[in-house]
T-cell receptor, first 113, second 115 residues
């Protein structure tokens, strides 16, 4: 299959551990943030989103934290599984109310069995 | 499968030829987006439609690129006089318009190779 993200920052974790993937965004006018997972040969898959009026949102095994003061976004994955191995992208809308998304450069997550 | 569908999955063309890609969004979604992704990079926004109206275009969308969504359903992206630098994965996404933003749902892309 096609390889996504050949030279990306890599986070390597043991199966069962928690993973934290970080993202710094640049535009203080962004009011919508989202995390995607991308496996080789596939398009990005939606994980979780958060709006700027919140600082934390939880899903199934995932939590997104938003710190608007320092323009930082993180994705926490609990009890990481081999199937979580992929490239993870954060994205922001780049301007208040803008509908399109601007993506970051991604982080590769490798889960060791 | 009711996800976003893109065709073809792969396209190899010679420099200078024209190519056209098709995207069929999720049926109830009225917003449709085109992105381009090269190896090692995140997707880069090209353009988006709400229904048949093209509401935003990136500076990346040169005069050789044109996108249409004539009936507010499927969309096509055409690249004229292809160049080797056009080689990339072209991703389509759709979303359901509501007050505020909503997640984009991506297809698996069309991989373009220009020789």
């Amino acid at each position: 299959g096609e390889s996504v993200g050949l030279h990306l920052p890599t986070l390597s974790v043991q199966e069962g551990d928690n993973s934290i993937i970080n993202c710094a965004y640049s535009n203080s006018a962004s009011d919508y943030f989202i995390w995607y997972k991308q496996e080789s040969g596939k398009g990005p898959q939606f994980i979780i989103d958060i709006r700027s009026n919140m600082d934390k949102r939880q899903g199934q095994r995932v939590t997104v934290l938003l710190n608007k003061t320092v323009k930082h976004l993180s994705l926490q994955i609990a009890a990481t599984q081999p199937g979580d191995s992929a490239v993870y992208f954060c994205a922001e809308n780049g301007d208040t109310g803008r509908r399109a998304l601007t993506f970051g450069s991604g982080t590769r997550l490798q889960v060791q069995p | 499968d009711t996800g976003v569908s893109q065709n073809p999955r792969h396209k190899i063309t010679k420099r200078g030829q024209n190519v056209t890609f098709r995207c069929d969004p999720i049926s109830e979604h009225n917003r449709l987006y085109w992105y381009r992704q090269t190896l090692g990079q995140g997707p880069e926004f090209l353009t988006y439609f709400q229904n048949e109206a093209q509401l935003e275009k990136s500076r990346l969308l040169s005069d050789r690129f044109s996108a249409e969504r004539p009936k507010g359903s499927f969309s096509t992206l055409e690249i004229q006089r292809t160049e080797q630098g056009d080689s990339a994965m072209y991703l389509c996404a759709s979303s359901l318009a509501r007050q505020g933003n909503s997640p984009l749902h991506f297809g698996n892309g069309t991989r373009l190779t220009v020789t």
